[in-house]
């Protein structure tokens, strides 16, 4: 018999299925390419070996005036609890695998954007961390370097209405900043 061109609906559905397997055969290995290609890898963007286990993070001192009162306690607590949540290591009090330490070295009240009548026409707080790393498990990751982040707000308003808002904000981007430079190697 003669099929004049046309195909029988179970050939169809098999060939269906064959392309659904393979599609999916294919997209696994893609995937598992790209993962293996990027090296050490986690889910949460970091980039840390797993033979690191502990970190320890020594308290930030406060070496500049100005600030509240409890702006070093809050960065340290803000940053070993970044740790926590973002990766598997626990905080250790002393000889962790990671040392983080270092101090926060200005708090900085500018004027910025001047205006036609030479005033400002935005006030800038600006904070600055110097942090140091040591890796014990690769010498070549340590590092010390300055970190520093600003938040603007209007001329017209004064830093005490503004500081327990900024404050917290900046904080968290100076957090975010050491972690990638320590944990995600950025």
């Known amino acids: 018999m003669k099929n004049n061109g046309q195909v029988s609906s179970s050939s169809k559905q098999w060939a269906v299925k064959v392309g659904r397997v393979g599609v999916r055969i294919a997209a696994y290995f893609y995937c598992l390419l790209l993962l293996t290609s990027c090296g050490v890898y986690s889910f949460t963007g970091t980039t840390l070996s797993p033979d690191l286990k502990t970190i320890t993070i020594n308290n930030f001192s406060l070496q500049t005036a100005g600030g509240p009162t409890n702006l070093s306690l ?30 926060i070295t ?16 935005l006030n800038r707080l600006q904070i600055t961390v110097q942090a140091r790393f040591v890796n014990n498990k690769d010498e070549s990751k340590n590092f010390e370097q300055s970190f520093s982040f600003y938040q603007d707000f209007p001329q017209n308003q004064t830093l005490t209405q503004n500081e327990a808002r900024l404050v917290p904000r900046i904080l968290d981007q100076l957090v975010l900043d050491i972690f990638n430079k320590t944990a995600a190697d950025w």
Request: glycine share 6%; net charge negative; no cysteine.
């Open 74 to 103: 809050n960065f340290n607590e803000r940053l070993k609890e970044y740790y926590q949540r973002y990766t598997n290591l626990k905080v250790v009090p002393n000889n962790g695998d990671l040392v983080l330490d270092g101090s």
């Open 106 to 121: 200005n708090y900085d009240l500018l004027a910025v954007a001047p205006t036609a009548s030479d005033q400002a026409g």
